[in-house]
């Protein structure tokens, strides 16, 4: 690493912009491209209502420009969550084929190995052997492998991309963003970074370095913005726009938008705004209105700050020629996200107690999902009435809020109800979409799968049956070609298909079958009941059946199982799993199911002998969200966390371990209760769990490290153990 702060200037020389990225000169004007450069740009977490061409009020004059002269889906559908979404991306597979049928959890088959597969391409892959050039900025989230050292070999860089810029895990901070990485090296920020703009810029950057290095040949270019995903973060004088804005809260604000969408045509009068969520109170009821509004005015500046910077990428096109020839998509990676992040329970780290800690330096690279403090040393504060904005806050804007965002459909992120897979699409090509259908609206379903057959048909690829040595599956999409000219996608309607944690769906036409996590069936009329009122399943179950087959068959074919079977969760005694009753371990072990501790309603006792060099850090964890447990330093106190089906329930000491070698013994009780000793010497703890483990965890038991789902209060891929882990023994009792 460098002994100084990266500047911005130095930081797009070493990108290879130099002067042209910063003077921004305008190249001559070549002649006419045959095939369309293409611009791929996407924002994550952000609801089908929130800009302001599908209804929303956050000011967003770019995409308005982009809708005005170009075109606008009514009906375009993304996956429901952020890595199977850009899975589905890139490859124009259900994410199930590519590998990443959940997130980055590895469950041992095919359709969720958590990395994409090799039998999948990508649309980079694919266009540079048509004569394309190929750059990124953004966030990648296509592998759990996010350490500076790798393994890299689904990196940009590896997967297509001939320059990179951004993050390959999938949220962090704004102004400190863990696994920032240029190329294939990690970097730290430089001073005044926010990610938004770092990516906008880098993209103009990439753009204008192509005209003058590369003008004689098209170019991919994907930008895929964080924002406005958790935490909430923003420039002060784009916050400051927003000021008051949403004082009104929002059961208006989702009335107006939804006036907004059926003056626009993008839906219909007879498709009644969904009631508010009910765990949602009327804002008349809210009892900390300032704190909710400034959540929604944060993220509103999120989106403004993105839009500024879409802005800046097509002055890029513009100053250098190429806007005609280019082919520009925008659209959104999920609905928006009901994650309260951060925004639960008390301020903490207590305000009172810890005021600054250690400041990281200027050259060492992030490598949290959380920060545990500012690179000024102020810490990290989370917790409800916490004012997000500044980069020592990370909160999310909630569930009430995201209701707004997917105005008028219900449900949100996760769900495959229309509030979490109906997202945005514009398309906008000057030579390639004719003036009559500038501002149009385009009805017909489409899907992300889409997107690399419609790449591949404009840039005249040939999309391969091997690649680098792989046996590769056919494309799933069609072109959205057609659409350009207001022409249908397929001469009959097709089937599109959704599977997320047991939350499925199939479209076909106007009819949509739709169950949440492995419940009954549900069917709506889509033509006259887009925000799923009326349930018809009861009264057509011959159609029920009908989709039912047809899903059914789509699941076999496309490597998805049903959720949580890979589980099999036998019951305390039953099942493929250890009988031994003492386990000793040392660091870097890992045991799987059939060989860890059966911990299911059993109590059992942790010793170790540990010498930790840093504050934080799993020691042991077995299992994941969904079922687990783990002991673990949290601020330099020892936590012992269970959890069952995402809710944790924690026990921390109340003093910090003392400085050294130190040997831990900590118990859990039949009645929950959890008792910690520090070299013989108890320590007092907080808390109670509900009880012993619920059942047996399916994920590995991890010595030193969690790698899979995160059990505690801890990211997920960066949680090692910090120092010497000398010995550790478990011991279960009966």
């Excluded at 921004?24 to 369309?36: E, F, N, Q, S």
């Excluded at 052997?129 to 860089?157: F, I, V």
């Excluded at 009805?443 to 680098?468: N, Q, S, W």
């Excluded at 959704?498 to 949509?512: C, I, S, T």
Aim: a positive charge.
């Amino acid at each position: 690493m460098g002994k100084k702060t990266t500047t911005r200037r130095e930081f797009l020389q070493a990108m290879g912009a130099g002067a042209a990225a910063l003077a921004a000169p305008r190249w001559a004007t070549g002649a006419p491209a045959t095939r369309p450069n293409i611009v791929l740009i996407m924002c994550d977490d952000m609801g089908f209502s929130d800009i302001a061409p599908y209804g929303g009020e956050i000011h967003t004059p770019n995409l308005q420009g982009l809708a005005d002269k170009g075109i606008r889906f009514t009906q375009f559908y993304n996956t429901c969550r952020c890595c199977p979404t850009r899975a589905s991306l890139m490859t124009g597979l259900y994410p199930h084929q590519a590998g990443v049928g959940h997130m980055m959890g590895n469950y041992g088959l095919p359709g969720y190995r958590g990395d994409l597969s090799r039998e999948a391409v990508t649309i980079a892959e694919v266009l540079k052997t048509a004569g394309y050039r190929t750059y990124m900025t953004g966030k990648w989230h296509l592998t759990p492998h996010t350490r500076p050292e790798g393994p890299k070999h689904n990196w940009p860089r590896q997967r297509g991309y001939d320059r990179f810029f951004g993050t390959i895990h999938g949220a962090g901070s704004y102004f400190d963003p863990n696994s920032l990485t240029r190329d294939n090296t990690q970097i730290p920020p430089w001073k005044d970074f926010y990610y938004t703009d770092a990516i906008s810029d880098t993209a103009a950057a990439f753009i204008r370095d192509h005209a003058r290095d590369h003008r004689d040949k098209p170019f991919f270019l994907y930008v895929a913005y964080t924002a406005p995903h958790w935490p909430m973060h923003a420039k002060p004088q784009d916050m400051a726009n927003y000021k008051g804005r949403y004082a009104k809260g929002w059961d208006a604000l989702r009335r107006e938008r939804h006036a907004r969408q059926i003056e626009m045509g993008l839906v219909k009068k007879e498709w009644k705004l969904t009631p508010r969520d009910p765990r949602a109170p009327a804002w008349d009821e809210e009892p900390m209105k300032p704190w909710q509004e400034r959540r929604m005015e944060v993220y509103a500046a999120m989106v403004d700050c993105a839009d500024q910077g879409i802005g800046r990428i097509l002055s890029a096109l513009d100053q250098t020629g190429l806007r005609d020839d280019t082919l520009v998509l925008f659209l959104a990676d999920n609905g928006g996200c009901a994650e309260e992040m951060g925004s639960r329970g008390p301020i903490r780290p207590d305000p009172q107690k810890v005021k600054r800690l250690e400041p990281l330096p200027p050259d060492q690279v992030q490598t949290r999902m959380v920060p545990r403090a500012t690179r000024d040393g102020r810490p990290v504060r989370m917790g409800r009435g916490v004012m997000p904005g500044p980069p020592d806050t990370y909160v999310a804007y909630g569930l009430p809020w995201a209701n707004v965002s997917n105005t008028p459909f219900r449900r949100y992120k996760h769900w495959v109800h229309e509030g979490g897979i109906a997202s945005p699409l514009i398309l906008h090509w000057p030579r390639g979409i004719p003036q009559a259908m500038h501002g149009r609206l385009y009805h017909e379903p489409a899907h992300l799968i889409d997107i690399m057959a419609t790449c591949v048909d404009l840039a005249g690829a040939k999309y391969p049956r091997e690649f680098a040595g792989h046996k590769i599956k056919p494309m799933e999409g069609v072109s959205l070609r057609p659409a350009l000219t207001g022409k249908p996608l397929t001469s009959e309607p097709r089937a599109i298909f959704w599977e997320h944690e047991g939350n499925r769906a199939v479209r076909l036409g106007r009819w949509k079958l739709v169950a949440v996590h492995n419940g009954p069936w549900e069917l709506y009329d889509m033509e006259a009941d887009r925000t799923e009122l009326n349930n018809l399943a009861a009264k057509m179950p011959e159609k029920v059946a009908e989709l039912k087959a047809m899903w059914d068959q789509w699941a076999r074919r496309a490597d998805v199982v049903p959720w949580g079977s890979w589980r099999k969760r036998p019951r305390a005694g039953k099942g493929p799993t250890s009988k031994k009753t003492s386990f000793d371990l040392k660091a870097g072990d890992e045991l799987p199911r059939s060989q860890a501790p059966m911990v299911a309603r059993r109590p059992f006792t942790v010793t170790a002998t540990i010498e930790p060099t840093k504050p934080d850090g799993v020691i042991v964890a077995q299992g994941g969200n969904r079922c687990g447990w783990a002991l673990y330093l949290k601020e330099g106190r020892l936590a012992f966390t269970t959890s069952r089906d995402d809710v944790t329930h924690s026990v921390a000491s109340v003093a910090k371990l003392p400085s050294g070698r130190v040997t831990i013994r900590v118990s859990l009780a039949r009645d929950g209760s959890v008792v910690f000793f520090a070299d013989g010497r108890p320590l007092e703890a907080e808390g109670k769990l509900p009880g012993p483990v619920h059942d047996m965890p399916d994920e590995p038991l991890t010595v030193g490290r969690d790698v899979r789902s995160a059990v505690g209060d801890y990211p997920e891929g960066d949680n090692d153990f910090g120092g010497k882990i000398e010995s550790l023994r478990i011991e279960l009792g009966k």
